[in-house]
């Protein structure tokens, strides 16, 4: 008899995984060599992520696994930008190695981006890095397109790449 498939839950953060999403954001932005100025690695949030995002217009969810979790990304409106705007930002969205490959992003970001729908966005912008080859690849796949430049201040001048798309 074989053993079942292991079970992957999508779930809002709680404050118990606040450690664990810390952790994860540090390994995996120092994996990518983005720990220097510029990079989200340095905001306050990242110690504190499910209070940062309860605040209106923001979620955040993280991939859990037998009780542990392996994962995360949220959203909030674009700092910078006006409600009337109506765009949001994709915010550290990381994974430990044990998430990577498995659909875990791709199914992570459909439920973010009906998330940022049902708030009322409607555009989402995102940051990253030319180094993280990977997540850009998830991105496109998702209908996001490169742009030329940052928008926004959101303070990571250390990010290259840059992407959008409608909602």
Request: one cysteine or more; aromatic letters at 8%.
């Amino acid at each position: 008899m074989s053993e079942p498939a292991p079970i992957w839950l999508l779930r809002p953060i709680r404050p118990g995984d606040d450690a664990a999403m810390a952790d994860i954001i540090r390994t995996v932005m120092t994996e990518h060599g983005c720990a220097g100025p510029g990079f989200a690695i340095h905001d306050a949030e990242v110690a504190a992520m499910s209070a940062a995002y309860r605040a209106p217009g923001s979620g955040y969810y993280v991939v859990e696994h037998r009780g542990q979790v392996h994962g995360g990304a949220g959203f909030g409106r674009l700092q910078g930008t006006t409600r009337e705007q109506a765009t949001c930002e994709l915010r550290k969205m990381y994974f430990r190695p044990t998430a990577r490959g498995l659909g875990l992003g791709q199914a992570l970001l459909a439920l973010l981006l009906d998330e940022m729908r049902a708030h009322g966005y409607r555009r989402c912008y995102l940051e990253t890095t030319d180094r993280m080859q990977a997540a850009q690849r998830l991105y496109r796949a998702a209908g996001f397109v490169p742009q030329c430049s940052a928008e926004g201040a959101t303070g990571h001048h250390g990010c290259d790449t840059f992407y959008s798309r409608p909602l």
